[in-house]
């Protein structure tokens, strides 16, 4: 079983910077599907960005050049790189993983709305405020 736990989140101004790092107890990319998912208050959870098994990434729209999802093997750490943060940023900020053998069954693949996530791993959280 994976455990994911979040880190990295804080407070800032627009335009300002954060980078989130989800340290897993177990990582290997070729066999997991990872993403970044945000909660904020009140609304349902959107998924931002995710890494497939090869490595290649995918971010949605309202993120794509400002924030950055990477991963560090050997530190068995994914990341995410938020650049100039704005308000409608703010939000809980969730890493999770799913299995190779549960993304193999979707034609999509890893991505933030597979329907896969809601059977993956998923960390606790990690809290995001930009104010304006």
């Known amino acids: 079983q994976v455990q994911l736990v979040e880190s990295g989140g804080g407070s800032v101004q627009a335009g300002g910077s954060l980078r989130l790092s989800c340290a897993a107890s177990e990582y290997t990319p070729s066999t997991y599907c990872m993403g970044w998912f945000r909660q904020p208050q009140g609304k349902e959870r959107e998924g931002v960005a995710t890494i497939n098994l090869d490595g290649v990434p995918f971010l949605i729209n309202g993120v794509k050049g400002r924030f950055t999802i990477s991963q560090d093997n050997a530190k068995n750490t994914l990341y995410l790189q938020m650049n100039s943060l704005k308000p409608e940023d703010t939000a809980i900020y969730y890493c999770?993983?799913?299995?190779?053998?549960?993304?193999?069954?979707?034609?999509?693949?890893?991505?933030?709305?597979?329907?896969?996530?809601?059977?993956?791993?998923w960390g606790q959280g990690t809290q995001v405020t930009v104010s304006s």
């Open positions: 999770a993983a799913v299995a190779s053998t549960v993304v193999a069954g979707e034609p999509g693949g890893c991505l933030p709305r597979a329907p896969f996530w809601n059977s993956g791993y």
